[in-house]
């Protein structure tokens, strides 16, 4: 039996969708048959401060919170949040940062919304993140789409698909 738990912490700002991020993840995994836990951390996330959110999968998970150090994943949403983050991962680790979704002469993620070669603005760039990520993991696609799809307005589904489809694209290049 496989006891191992992946440790995946995702870090932001306030309003920049690291709780639905979070919840998007956890429920890929619980749909995939694991026991999850996740926990969050808010700053001053209503006036834009840091926000991380924690999230642990495996066979059984006892505790929510990723100790530091230990994280196999960290996801980044803000390029000022990527210093004070590192620290959650592990040696070995991967650090995905939002930095890596930004083109040619791009420095803000709000470029990203008058950049017409990528389906990816800043109001969606956390489910590009999730796109880079599933690469890593091993959970059926249909299982991703139904837990973005369960957590966003069906207004928005085709599009959300679409950033998580360009953002696997961006990790296997």
Not at 18 to 27: M, T
């Amino acid at each position: 039996m496989d006891t191992r738990i992946t440790n995946v912490v995702i870090a932001g700002l306030g309003g920049q969708g690291v709780i639905r991020a979070a919840n998007i993840l956890a429920e890929t995994a619980f749909r995939a048959g694991l026991d999850v836990k996740q926990g969050e951390i808010h700053g001053m996330s209503q006036r834009g401060g840091s926000v991380t959110s924690d999230i642990r999968f495996g066979e059984k998970v006892y505790s929510p919170m990723v100790p530091d150090g230990c994280a196999d994943y960290v996801l980044v949403m803000h390029p000022t949040q990527e210093d004070n983050n590192r620290h959650h991962l592990k040696e070995g680790g991967n650090f995905i940062s939002v930095t890596r979704l930004l083109g040619e002469g791009q420095s803000k993620i709000s470029d990203l919304d008058s950049d017409d070669s990528t389906p990816v603005t800043e109001r969606n760039c956390n489910i590009a993140l999730l796109g880079i990520l599933s690469v890593f993991l091993s959970f059926d696609d249909a299982l991703w789409e139904a837990a973005i799809c369960a957590n966003l307005p069906a207004r928005v589904h085709a599009d959300n698909l679409a950033v998580f489809a360009y953002g696997k694209q961006l990790a296997v290049r």
